[in-house]
């Protein structure tokens, strides 16, 4: 990329209570900007003038078209000169070279300006671009916001077309439906089993050695990610939780994501003394209100090399960061994006937070790890994921639209050549551990798996290519897959009174020796299911749990529940957030009596 820039500034305009036979470095001190203020470390060294901003017009159609939400995060404001060609003012020498696009029908000047007031101006006339942007700032084909105009209407047919078949013919519609249930259950079985063969042969490898503070000193810019909605004691317990990791606070950005209208935070941010290296994002009202579209708004302002998300409950290890700059710094530059480990503090508060453990220490000690080794699609977690930058505004953020931006994130990935690899670092959250909280968020997952599948598959066979053969087999397995599983799930529980002789409908119609299939398939899928528990859970810290293993089934129960639920959001309100409720136990897993807060 090259710029062609004027030679004269002749029609630049300093400050008017200063004259403009003033020299740079003498305006900076009259401006009373002090030693820390941006510009004072670039007057004299650069050799740019610098404009004062309220004498030119912006170019708002360059503005357009260079795109507001870049040139805010470039600190570039592109003003008309009055002889004609445009002025670049750039909050550093440099930052005009962030752009991608620049003008081409007449000559560029670049100079200097205080950034806070190009950022100010920015947010105050661009306001509802930003937010334009941030809800659409995937292409129409990458993401899931015109999923009422298509797929549900197709959904409508097919659901009139079931019912129909319903009143027709029962019998026909529940052998169908059982069918349905057993393909489900057969990729069901194939995960856990690429699953187990992803044990088997890591354990057969020669361990490396952790990468954590002994590694090469690389110190990149993280900027951390925190999205935050009626959270009510924010700052005890995040703030302090972020600040006690180890990092140096120079190469640290925490940006504190607040919507508009979210009082209830902003009174708790209010009343706290963020460190230096904190920053509030206020996040406009728009058409949707969810995290997706929040991070997006906030890439605008985002500096650093990394980008760190967090919810409003983790507890990350303090040598977290650390790891992620060691393990980036020799990854492969088509390992975009790092997932850490999640478990629970209040993991004994109950049977289902005892449950919902065992099956995240599955999930993540077993499950993501064969993914990543095998070269799969990895759904990945909505906290404790750090990616690069460059990538990520490469592929245009997040679907702001999407329930389950993480795990559609992860798809988007590897269906452009990037893959994920596995952080040697746990965070800690609270467990989701009371009935209708869980069904809500695990609903909310499943209909994000379900919209991210349909989305993916408007164009199957570039899905294909895109994913190859046994990218597209998993991601199948996966998304269609789960979802199948918890919403057909009781039909297969008509199978269990088989093993002890017990006749079933479908055995009458069914070829010789397919209740016998039908039977092996229960046998092995139990025997997989209570194997990766276990394997799971081998840690010292989880064995004390695999006693409650056997309450996992009345546990997955829930699942059905949650999936048709999340059928019927689908197709009433596809962009729906279910807010996950959080606050009932303390950091040391006792239980509060008065809630904290939701996050």
């Known amino acids: 990329m090259s710029y062609q820039f004027s030679g004269g500034f002749e029609d630049l305009r300093f400050p008017n209570r200063l004259g403009s036979n003033k020299r740079p470095k003498r305006l900076a001190v009259c401006q009373d900007w002090g030693i820390d203020h941006p510009l004072t470390r670039y007057v004299g060294k650069s050799g740019l003038p610098i404009v004062d901003l309220d004498t030119y017009d912006l170019d708002h159609s360059l503005l357009v078209r260079l795109g507001a939400d870049r040139c805010l995060n470039a600190r570039v404001l592109p003003l008309r000169r009055p002889a004609g060609g445009t002025i670049l003012a750039c909050g550093e020498p440099d930052a005009h070279r962030m752009l991608k696009t620049w003008p081409d029908d007449g000559s560029v000047s670049v100079a200097l300006a205080d950034p806070v007031i190009i950022e100010e101006t920015i947010l105050k006339t661009y306001e509802r671009e930003l937010v334009r942007i941030a809800e659409e700032k995937r292409e129409p084909s990458e993401s899931c916001r015109n999923m009422r105009k298509v797929h549900v209407v197709w959904l409508m047919i097919v659901l009139a077309g079931v019912l129909g078949s319903i009143a027709l013919a029962p019998e026909a519609v529940f052998l169908c439906a059982t069918g349905v249930a057993l393909l489900g259950l057969g990729a069901s079985c194939v995960l856990k089993f690429i699953a187990l063969c992803g044990f088997v042969r890591h354990s057969q490898t020669i361990p490396r050695k952790p990468l954590g503070a002994n590694a090469p000193r690389i110190t990149p810019k993280i900027t951390i990610l925190l999205p935050l909605l009626n959270e009510e004691r924010v700052a ?142 990895v759904p990945l977690g909505g906290t404790t994921l750090f990616i690069r930058r460059s990538v990520l505004e490469k592929l245009r953020g997040w679907d702001a639209h999407n329930v389950t931006e993480d795990a ?192």
Not at 427 to 434: G, L, P
Not at 514 to 541: E, N, R
């Open 236 to 377: 005890e317990d995040l703030i302090g939780s972020i600040e006690a990791l180890h990092y140096p606070r120079q190469f640290l950005e925490v940006l504190v994501l607040v919507e508009a209208k979210d009082a209830l935070t902003k009174v708790a941010l209010e009343r706290t003394m963020l460190p230096k290296h904190f920053r509030v994002i206020e996040v406009p009202v728009g058409r949707i209100k969810t995290k997706p579209r929040a991070m997006n708004y906030a890439l605008a302002f985002a500096t650093g090399d990394i980008v760190g998300i967090y919810d409003a409950e983790d507890q990350p290890e303090h040598d977290q960061l650390l790891k992620v700059a060691a393990q980036f710094a020799v990854a492969p530059a088509h390992v975009a994006c790092l997932q850490g480990r999640l478990d629970y503090f209040n993991a004994d508060a109950n049977i289902m937070a005892r449950c919902f453990t065992l099956d995240y220490a599955s999930w993540f000690r077993l499950f993501l790890p064969a993914l990543v080794l095998f070269d799969l699609p």
């Open 408 to 599: 559609e994130l992860g798809m988007h990935l590897y269906r452009n050549g990037y893959r994920v690899g596995l952080l040697d670092s746990t965070t800690f959250e609270e467990a989701n551990c009371r009935v209708l909280p869980w069904i809500k968020q695990r609903s909310r997952w499943l209909k994000g798996y379900f919209i991210t599948w349909l989305m993916h598959m408007r164009h199957p066979r570039k899905c294909l290519y895109d994913m190859g053969i046994k990218g597209f087999v998993v991601f199948q397995l996966l998304m269609p897959g789960t979802v199948i599983s918890c919403a057909f799930a009781p039909l297969l529980w008509l199978f269990y009174p088989g093993l002890a002789g017990l006749d079933h409908p479908i055995f009458r119609v069914a070829p010789d020796g397919f209740d016998q299939a039908i039977i092996g398939l229960l046998l092995t899928a139990t025997l997989l299911t209570i194997i990766t528990f276990v394997l799971g859970s081998l840690s010292k810290k989880h064995r004390h749990l695999l006693p409650w293993s056997p309450f996992l089934n009345l546990y997955f129960l829930l699942a059905t529940f949650a999936m048709w639920t999340a059928l019927w959001e689908t197709l009433r309100k596809p962009h729906h957030w279910h807010k996950t409720e959080h606050g009932f136990f303390d950091a040391n897993g006792r239980f509060l009596k008065t809630r904290r807060r939701h996050s």
